[in-house]
């Protein structure tokens, strides 16, 4: 207790009384992602464990595959403790590979497929990658810069690699800009493989605390940074999510969001083949056909967006369907509207489901969910309860004060799933990251909030901020306003800058510039709008450059002096 004998979350913490008596004693195995995975299902060959398109891979098949590829990535020079980068879509191959390096004790370094070509040998050379497996989109993308990354060994994977011959043949005809032809350094995955056979299978690595996966957030200051994830936090995330949700063998989860995601590589893909599910993988996930996809594949459960689910009301006769079968519906990334909410629910409970959706919070830093509602604790607004392995306390911004119960602070959890830290990057680790006098290591969110005494966390507002964004291909990314505006900032015409997401009907958000141009600049807005978007163009991705620069007199400033970008944000929503 404090001096004012107010009681603390953190020490009391009543959202235990949530859960059951046998989660609260469930103990976390100290083994690799890979183990894992054998541990659970080597029992059950028959069982399927990946849908994609008209392919069923069982499990036998998927552990055959995961040795063939350990295998090759053995004879391509492969070792433990190699950050081995994939850009990848939702392919069965990125799942061989992830759990193949795990197996070998390497490490997956999970990068966007369609990032620009200066971030992606950014995040090449970030981490000295000497080996680089990423679809076709990429090699369009990549195949003139790979002489100017570490890269030794690139192999090049296609959608259709897991597909008949026939459906392979038709995609490469139709995709000739991309047909990849092997030499001493780019190969094709059927190369890849074909080069393993005969190799010596390398020993299963056991080691929980070894790094499995490198994700890449921009964190709070807008820089990309690679957020570290071991065997041992991952195996915690995943023990928290499935905590008293009811599932059966053989269910079916549907991955919505592409694997450089940790909310889908590790919820949506890992997760379900460590409950013995059927995993739907699909490269280029609409929201349009969810109905489609669920009567399809049979879908019971899904990990999802508010976007996503948004999308669900313009679905004609959607309430006619049968929804019956659904489990957990999960929505997370980015706060998920009230009147959304309500809606969602409607709809599916209309479609016989006896699930609502489960909303929650969390960050790549600590994998991914810290929090998640539960049929019996789902306040309207909130964002659940803190996992069970899970410790929350609400801090004062200005003082580090530790808050008693509907106080507003800043939102820390820590726990076995906080990242070790981010690659290489001690500086920014330990501005996010801060052990108290107990030894206890507290990441802070960047978002503001409280705690009630029934241990429901609520969140009112972000002290970081973010912008989500669907491109053309349904990749969704995460936009750092920061980062485009120390871009723009060194324009010598623009005195001050703030850039904020203007919601849009199928790209979520998109970026807007205000700007305040320097004393003596000419009042040309056209031509200044225009010069702004050609300097970002030639120092940014094309999916962080604004769709709009406005030029104001002023900046709106809150009583503290600071920019009052809440203010920009709802003047982007209404103008045209």
Known sequence: MRQNDKQLPSVVRPWLKHYSEAT?????????????????????????????????????????????????????????????????????????????????????????????????????????????????????????????????KAVVVSPAQALSPVIRWLYDMKNRKERVKDSASVMTWTTFIRRGQGADLPPSQRADGDWAIISHTGGTTGQPKGCVATNSNILANIFVQIADRPHQRQECMMATLPPFINYSLVNAMIEPLFCGFKTLLIPRYEPQKFVEYVNRYKVNHVYSIPSYWTALLSIPHIEDNDFSRFGFLVSGGEKLEVAVEREVNRIVRAGGSPVDLIKGTGMTEMVSGATATYPW????????????????????????????????????????????????????????????????????TGDVGYITEDGVVFITGRIKRLIMQKDNNGMVSKIFPERIESIISQMSAIEECCVVGK??????????????????????????????VDWCRDRLPAYMVPVEVHVLDVMPRTDRGKIDYRSLEERSATEK
């Open 503 to 532: 919601p849009h009907p199928d790209r979520i958000s998109l970026p807007v510039a205000y700007v305040v141009l320097t004393p003596g600049t000419r009042q040309e807005g056209g031509a200044i709008a225009q010069a702004v």
């Open 24 to 152: 609260l004693k469930t103990v976390i195995p100290s083994c690799t992602l890979y183990d894992y995975l054998l541990e659970c299902n080597q029992d059950y060959p028959d069982d399927v464990a990946i849908l994609y398109q008209t392919v069923k891979v069982t499990y036998a098949s998927l552990f055959l595959e995961i040795d063939r590829c350990a295998r090759s990535l053995s004879a391509l020079g492969v070792r433990r403790n190699d950050i081995v980068t994939l850009a990848l879509p939702s392919i069965p191959e990125v799942l061989y590979l992830v759990f193949a390096l795990n197996r070998i004790g390497a490490v997956a370094n999970m990068i966007h497929p369609l990032a620009s070509a200066e971030d992606t040998c950014h995040y090449l050379n970030e981490v000295g990658s000497k080996y680089f497996f990423m679809f076709t989109g990429t090699y369009a993308i990549m195949q003139h810069h790979l002489g100017r990354t570490h890269v030794e």
């Open 377 to 444: 604790c789902n306040p309207e607004g909130s964002v659940g309860i803190p996992g069970f392995m899970t410790n929350c306390r609400v801090e004062d911004v200005n003082t580090g004060e530790e808050l008693s119960y509907n106080e507003e602070g800043e939102l820390c959890f820590a726990g076995p799933t906080i990242m070790p830290g981010y690659y290489n990057n001690p500086e920014a680790t330990e501005d996010i990251i801060k052990t108290d006098a107990d030894g206890t290591r507290w990441l802070h």
